[in-house]
């Protein structure tokens, strides 16, 4: 009853976006808002008068007046010729007898955050909050928008309601804006020296499935099983993700897993990069081909939750969320970077310790992914190491990275899996420490004397809940900076089909 009351809600609130009629921009596309730079052309839409002429033209460093377009079903929507980074401009939608007007438009480029609680943190929650705040005043070319937590059964054309509209930034709008955003908006802007736009639609608490189309869900046996809630599958998607479609965007950032930890988790290798696939998709049919059909996608990998814990769930999304590669950008998933947090644990949080309070290293570990994939910077180091090659000896376990490593040596974070039977090992079967006794510039040496060498069957790093302290895990790369990923390597597994 309540859920038909609401739909019927969601109904009139759709109806009456497109029925009065006035000529106007649709509901993301506002006064300091940043548009996509060029190669790209920006899109742009609105209502009007059934019939009428709408003409944009463009004031500012360059001027530019698109062709006229019809509004169509109370719709019209054009694309601009591109425009390179700056502003501002004043952008106006004319018919023949009223205008609309958007200033102080900058061109820039356009990330799009999504994901749970750890996306939607505050500002205001973050360790030195009052002196990231302070620092707002100096990056008024980093604009924000944020849209309204809604939900919806069906695709909804534009958003239900805006919860910030475009805005220049100040100590106070950001407070309630999300951190990962602002900060990763804000170090690519000293890195870009260009406008970034934020566009910010996460909401706390939500699965992958929420945010991702039926199409998605299908490609992953998600569409119409007995376990899934079908009423919660797509409402995300459908309200604060698909409204978004018709805009230009470079790229989109992603915090989430949490809530996939004990739910669908041994789909998470499918569900995830297919939403990902959907979502470049979609984006790029509903920009008419403007946003780029791989555009890049950085995530952040699961912080931590519970100190102590053996429950799979963080150690599983992890690997998954890398499509059980380890490591991104990976054949399954191209044109993606990560954040590795698993050594971030803030066991004091005053807001759980599964909302780990250090939002700048996350940040910052997503802008480098995002220099090197996004925007193709040679030589920035932006994985931590991966083995590339495990040799077993009698005696030891031999590993060699992709890189020189750091090394701070651990009896336990390395656990060998014993069996005497071939088979895969999981999360039930019996692992044992596998102490670091040296090292070297790329290589590890484990000892595996608490197992038969001819019964080591699986190696595996950093595979808890919280596996270290605050950046203290024992293999970093050269440089100290980034963590390696945690890996499963299992003897036995069958590859492929
Ligand atoms: C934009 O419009 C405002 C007021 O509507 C005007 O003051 C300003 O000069 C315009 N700027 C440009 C670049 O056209
Ligand atoms: C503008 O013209 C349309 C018809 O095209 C008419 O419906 C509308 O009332 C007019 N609006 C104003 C403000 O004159
Ligand atoms: C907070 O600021 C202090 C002083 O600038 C700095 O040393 C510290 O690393 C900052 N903490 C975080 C989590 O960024
Ligand atoms: C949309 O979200 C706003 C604020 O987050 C809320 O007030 C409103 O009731 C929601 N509307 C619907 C239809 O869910
Ligand atoms: C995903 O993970 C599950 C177990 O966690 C495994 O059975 C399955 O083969 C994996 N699927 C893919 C596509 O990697
Ligand atoms: C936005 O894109 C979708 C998907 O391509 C399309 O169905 C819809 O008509 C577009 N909306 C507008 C206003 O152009």
């Given at each position: 009853?309540?859920?038909?009351?609401?739909?019927a809600?969601?109904?009139?609130l759709?109806?009456?976006h497109?029925?009065?009629g006035?000529?106007?921009?649709?509901?993301?596309?506002?006064d300091h808002?940043?548009?996509?730079?060029?190669?790209e052309?920006a899109?742009?839409?609105g209502?009007?008068?059934e019939?009428?002429?709408?003409?944009?033209?463009?004031?500012g460093?360059i001027?530019h007046?698109?062709?006229?377009?019809?509004v169509t079903?109370?719709?019209?929507?054009?694309?601009?010729?591109?425009?390179?980074?700056?502003?501002?401009?004043?952008?106006?939608?004319?018919?023949?007898?009223?205008?609309?007007i958007?200033?102080?438009v900058l061109f820039g480029?356009?990330?799009?955050?999504?994901?749970?609680?750890?996306m939607?943190?505050?500002?205001?929650?973050i360790?030195?909050?009052?002196?990231?705040?302070?620092?707002?005043?100096?990056?008024p070319?980093?604009r924000?928008?944020m849209?309204?937590?809604?939900?919806?059964?069906?695709e909804?054309?534009?958003?239900?309601l805006?919860e910030?509209p475009?805005?220049?930034?100040?100590?106070?709008?950001?407070?309630?804006f999300?951190a990962?955003?602002?900060?990763f908006?804000?170090?690519?802007?000293d890195y870009?020296?260009?406008?970034?736009g934020l566009?910010?639609?996460?909401w706390?608490g939500?699965?992958?499935?929420a945010?991702?189309s039926s199409r998605a869900l299908?490609?992953c046996?998600l569409?119409q099983?007995?376990d899934?809630?079908?009423d919660?599958?797509?409402v995300l998607?459908?309200?604060?993700?698909?409204?978004l479609l018709?805009?230009t965007?470079?790229?989109?950032i992603?915090?989430?897993?949490?809530?996939n930890?004990?739910?669908h988790q041994d789909?998470?290798?499918c569900s995830?990069?297919?939403?990902?696939?959907d979502w470049?998709m979609a984006?790029h049919?509903g920009?008419?081909g403007q946003?780029a059909?791989?555009?890049?996608?950085?995530?952040?990998?699961?912080?931590?939750?519970?100190?102590?814990?053996t429950?799979?769930?963080?150690?599983e999304?992890?690997w998954?969320?890398?499509?059980?590669?380890g490591?991104?950008p990976?054949?399954?998933?191209?044109?993606?970077?990560?954040?590795v947090?698993?050594?971030?644990?803030?066991?004091t949080?005053?807001?759980g310790t599964i909302h780990?309070?250090?939002?700048q290293?996350v940040a910052?570990?997503?802008t480098?992914?995002?220099?090197?994939v996004?925007y193709?910077?040679?030589?920035?180091?932006f994985?931590?190491?991966?083995?590339n090659?495990i040799?077993?000896?009698?005696t030891?376990?031999?590993?060699t990275?992709?890189q020189?490593v750091?090394?701070?040596?651990s009896k336990?974070i390395?656990?060998?899996?014993?069996?005497?039977?071939?088979?895969?090992?999981?999360?039930?079967?019996?692992w044992?420490p596998?102490?670091i006794?040296q090292w070297?510039?790329?290589?590890?040496?484990?000892?595996?004397?608490s197992?038969p060498s001819?019964?080591?069957?699986?190696?595996?790093?950093?595979?808890?809940?919280?596996?270290?302290?605050?950046?203290?895990?024992?293999?970093?790369?050269?440089s100290?900076?980034l963590?390696?990923?945690?890996?499963?390597?299992?003897?036995?597994?069958r590859?492929?089909p």
């Amino acid at each position: 009853m309540a859920e038909t009351l609401l739909f019927a809600v969601l109904m009139l609130l759709a109806s009456l976006h497109d029925s009065d009629g006035s000529l106007r921009f649709a509901s993301y596309y506002g006064d300091h808002m940043v548009l996509q730079k060029s190669p790209e052309r920006a899109v742009l839409w609105g209502y009007g008068p059934e019939g009428a002429q709408v003409t944009v033209s463009l004031s500012g460093p360059i001027n530019h007046k698109t062709l006229p377009v019809t509004v169509t079903e109370g719709i019209w929507r054009v694309s601009l010729n591109p425009v390179d980074a700056g502003g501002p401009y004043n952008v106006t939608a004319a018919i023949h007898n009223s205008t609309v007007i958007l200033t102080d438009v900058l061109f820039g480029d356009v990330w799009l955050c999504g994901g749970q609680s750890n996306m939607y943190f505050q500002m205001s929650q973050i360790f030195n909050a009052s002196e990231e705040l302070a620092l707002a005043a100096k990056y008024p070319f980093v604009r924000t928008f944020m849209a309204a937590l809604n939900l919806s059964k069906t695709e909804q054309i534009d958003l239900i309601l805006v919860e910030l509209p475009w805005s220049v930034p100040t100590s106070g709008n950001l407070v309630s804006f999300s951190a990962v955003c602002w900060l990763f908006g804000r170090y690519m802007y000293d890195y870009l020296k260009y406008p970034i736009g934020l566009v910010e639609s996460c909401w706390g608490g939500t699965p992958v499935e929420a945010w991702s189309s039926s199409r998605a869900l299908q490609q992953c046996g998600l569409g119409q099983t007995e376990d899934s809630p079908k009423d919660e599958n797509s409402v995300l998607w459908n309200a604060m993700i698909h409204p978004l479609l018709n805009m230009t965007l470079k790229g989109a950032i992603w915090y989430q897993g949490e809530s996939n930890a004990n739910y669908h988790q041994d789909n998470y290798n499918c569900s995830f990069p297919a939403m990902i696939d959907d979502w470049r998709m979609a984006f790029h049919q509903g920009s008419g081909g403007q946003t780029a059909m791989d555009f890049p996608f950085g995530f952040v990998q699961l912080s931590t939750y519970q100190k102590e814990s053996t429950d799979n769930g963080f150690p599983e999304i992890r690997w998954h969320q890398t499509a059980d590669f380890g490591f991104v950008p990976n054949p399954r998933m191209k044109q993606t970077f990560m954040a590795v947090a698993l050594d971030l644990p803030d066991a004091t949080s005053p807001y759980g310790t599964i909302h780990p309070r250090y939002k700048q290293d996350v940040a910052y570990r997503l802008t480098l992914g995002a220099r090197a994939v996004a925007y193709k910077e040679k030589d920035v180091p932006f994985q931590g190491p991966f083995c590339n090659q495990i040799i077993l000896t009698q005696t030891y376990v031999h590993i060699t990275y992709d890189q020189e490593v750091s090394v701070t040596p651990s009896k336990d974070i390395f656990e060998i899996c014993c069996s005497k039977i071939k088979e895969q090992c999981g999360p039930k079967s019996l692992w044992v420490p596998a102490p670091i006794i040296q090292w070297d510039l790329k290589t590890v040496q484990l000892s595996i004397s608490s197992c038969p060498s001819d019964e080591v069957a699986a190696l595996r790093y950093a595979w808890r809940d919280w596996p270290c302290d605050f950046k203290a895990c024992p293999i970093y790369s050269a440089s100290g900076i980034l963590p390696a990923p945690p890996f499963i390597a299992n003897q036995y597994q069958r590859y492929g089909p």
